[in-house]
């Protein structure tokens, strides 16, 4: 998912996509571990994902001390 679509999500939709996409990293985790993962590059892409959404987490948050 871009960083655009993820910026124009509320911070609940956020918050649901964050716990959708760790539950994803830790079955594919599970799957590596038992050698049944066809595509390893889904790893590296949730991975990159939680942090996207971490990182506009953190804009947000700071945004709004700053204010």
């Known amino acids: 998912m871009k960083a655009r679509q993820l910026r124009d999500m509320t911070n609940d939709e956020l918050m649901k996509k964050l716990a959708e996409t760790r539950q994803e990293l830790f079955n594919l985790r ?21 942090a996207r959404i971490l990182t506009i987490q953190q804009q947000r948050e700071t945004t709004v001390e700053q204010s």
Not at 30 to 50: M, Y
Request: glycine residues 4%; charged residues 30%.
């Open 30 to 50: 599970f799957q590596a571990a038992t050698g049944s993962l066809e595509s390893t590059a889904r790893l590296r892409l949730a991975r990159r994902e939680i």
